[in-house]
């Protein structure tokens, strides 16, 4: 009969703190003014994605051969690229390619990369034997990778994200590894081994969240990176195939006439700075929400 | 030789203690081996050489000695953190040494730990309900909601009340975090307790707030204490029974009263000198001990406490004393008796 009413009691406690925090995380969260332009911005650029199909007048895909490089006008508002495409249609649709490719690669190599760096922390065989191939993998240049496994694997835009994902793991491998390393000697691992609890357990449940502020700070600048790398692939004719607008191959159809046509390098570059941009400071926001102890000192 | 030692240990301990103790330590070793970059054996550390000794059921046993003299691994080969290299734990009539690490984790929750630095030992990212519950997860007890009631019960009986359940360990004090860490041995109703050091991060005023919990916990629980700790006037307070470790030997193992109003050793009559005495005017001959304590790796001949004694002799140098029982249930191992 007590302990019913004591936990009712507890549970009152719980829905006032859970009112309490929320409340708190939503204030702190408005409180970092650079974050919230960072949601904003990604916010925009996600909303442009998406409803920017609906709204665009133009086909990315129709070319026009008499209105080739056209200057931004009141018919084209950010002006045509070399086939007479509208660039703006094209800028649209890229989002959804570009950010795409930017989020899954993030999320892929994160959680792989995560994995990977938890257990080479916790066995040290594993460590020897996963770090080495991370090693292997660093060794080249992300590019050239990317287009060795894209040669390997053919263009498509998921393999473009596969082929990414792969070369991005080891850096997150070793954020996380690093992290892991310091976390495994804290006492309240030792505890947990004392009570027996499985390595499962351990690794997941307790390693793991103490590992996510420098993950979250390394997944946005490999969204970041990929969003780069993609058009830079896009360029070298390995990235996400042409007609398919991607920002990434739009900035590089562009430099080619960057003299005569200005807008078409300088419209996709506003909208990759734009996108690395928001989630940087997004993610930085995030780290710190996160974090309990950044929690205490801000209260 | 030291099997004799045991041997007597064991034949003697009977006629004055009838009780049949609950944990039984014979001549446990743990040495670490030094290995150099090729992966060749360089030295080996003898963190933990020989020792025994007995807990008996609701009494408490002090570990005591200086930093690095291997009273806090023997704590962790106890609960197997470490694994021994040599040596019987007798805990219930079963040697936790040669069981199974599956038949272990049956006896794991018969010997809980508490651990010396409260910062580190409870998870930042947990809240303190979930920190406390997950033993009993572990272990496998009880439902969720009998989880929580047991979760309840433990943080009043430390001291703590319901609303710290959905804290953070950041929102507490030193001394709360160490009755969280206590909450978490107690919560799954252990025999044995081991507290490494659990008040020594503490300030003077919290470690006797906690002695006290313990203590008062201890009655309560019929608990079984093994407490290790460098402060032998914290160890007294609280000890039915005083180990004094040098050097990873156990060099006196007797009664508290008996140790304290009559050391024998020589070391253990150099740490009793150093407890500060609350009388102004009091003038007591300080034993100071020269030199450092020496490297494991390359401990003395003979006696390993010879290099520092005051009263060494001859004899110090070249043979290793056997442990006697020098007045009734007082162990020294000590050429001078």
Redesign the interface.
């Known amino acids: 009969m007590e ?1 019913l009413e ?2 009712e ?2 549970i009152v ?2 829905s006032n ?1 859970k009112k309490q925090q929320r409340q708190l995380f939503i204030r702190r969260f408005f409180a970092n003014k650079l974050a919230v332009v960072g949601l904003a911005i990604i916010i925009f650029l996600i909303l442009l994605s998406i409803l920017g199909p609906l709204v665009i007048s133009h086909d990315p895909y129709g070319m026009k051969v008499d209105d080739r490089l056209g200057a931004p006008s009141s018919i084209h508002l950010l002006g045509t690229d070399e086939f007479g495409r509208d660039l703006l249609s094209r800028i649209i649709y890229g989002a959804q390619v570009s950010m795409g490719v930017g989020f899954a690669v993030a999320a892929i190599a994160s959680i792989v990369g995560m994995a990977v760096g938890l257990y080479a922390s916790y066995y040290r065989v594993l460590d020897n034997v996963l770090m080495r191939i991370c090693d292997g993998i660093m060794a080249f240049p992300a590019i050239l990778l990317a287009i060795a496994l894209m040669a390997a694997l053919g263009a498509s835009t998921n393999n473009v994200i596969l082929s990414l994902s792969i070369v991005y793991i080891p850096y997150i491998a070793r954020v996380v590894r690093s992290a892991a390393l310091v976390v495994r000697e ?3 691992i ?9 390595s499962w ?1 351990i690794i997941w449940l ?1 390693i793991a ?2 590992t996510l502020s420098p993950l979250i700070v390394q997944a946005t600048f490999i969204f970041a990176n990929a969003i780069i790398v993609e058009a830079a692939l896009s360029f070298l004719g390995a990235g996400v195939p042409a007609p398919d607008p991607s920002w990434g191959n739009i900035l590089y159809d562009g430099k080619k006439v960057i003299f005569t046509a200005w807008w078409m390098v300088v419209y996709p570059g506003i909208c990759i700075v734009l996108s690395v941009l928001g989630f940087n400071l997004f993610g930085d926001g995030l780290r710190d929400l996160l974090d ?2 950044t ?2 000192a801000k209260k | 030789m030291l099997m004799q030692v045991d041997k007597k240990h064991n034949t003697i301990q009977p006629i004055i203690e009838p009780s049949k103790p609950l944990l039984e330590v014979n001549g446990l070793k743990k040495h670490f081996s030094v290995r150099n970059p090729l992966g060749r054996l360089e030295a080996t550390v003898k963190a933990v050489n020989n020792v025994s000794f007995q807990l008996h059921e609701g009494q408490t046993y002090g570990l005591v000695g200086e930093s690095g003299c291997g009273k806090s691994t023997t704590g962790r080969t106890l609960l197997r953190l470490i694994e021994p290299t040599e040596g019987e734990a007798i805990f219930q009539g079963r040697d936790i040494f040669k069981l199974r690490k599956d038949e272990f984790q049956k006896i794991r929750q018969d010997m809980q730990m508490v651990f010396q630095d409260p910062y580190s030992s409870l998870n930042p990212r947990k809240r303190i309900g979930h920190t406390l519950e997950e033993p009993l997860k572990i272990h496998g007890i009880g439902k969720k909601s009998e989880r929580v009631d047991l979760v309840m019960d433990i943080l009043e009986k430390v001291g703590l009340r319901m609303e710290h359940f959905y804290r953070y360990p950041h929102e507490f004090s030193g001394g709360q975090r160490q009755r969280i860490g206590l909450a978490r041995a107690l919560i799954v109703n252990p025999k044995l307790v081991i507290c490494d050091e659990p008040v020594s991060a503490l300030d003077v005023s919290i470690q006797s707030q906690i002695i006290n919990l313990l203590r008062r916990l201890q009655e309560e629980l019929k608990l079984t204490y093994l407490f290790i700790a460098h402060d032998i006037s914290v160890v007294r307070h609280i000890s039915d029974r005083i180990g004094v470790m040098y050097l990873g030997q156990m060099v006196e193992d007797a009664p508290t009263d008996s140790l304290i109003s009559n050391p024998l050793h020589p070391y253990t009559q150099a740490l009793l000198s150093a407890v500060p005495i609350a009388k102004p005017n009091f003038q007591r001959e300080r034993i100071i001990l020269k030199g450092e304590i020496p490297s494991p790796m390359n401990p003395p001949s003979g006696c390993i406490f010879h290099t520092r004694c005051p009263k060494a002799m001859k004899i110090c140098k070249t043979d290793f004393p056997i442990i006697k029982e020098v007045a009734p249930d007082h162990f020294v191992g000590c050429h001078l008796y």
């Open positions: 302990a004591k936990r009691e507890l406690i719980k703190l804290e006492t309240y030792e505890a947990m081994k004392a009570q027996g609890a499985s357990r307790h969240p103490n309990p102890h929690n205490q």
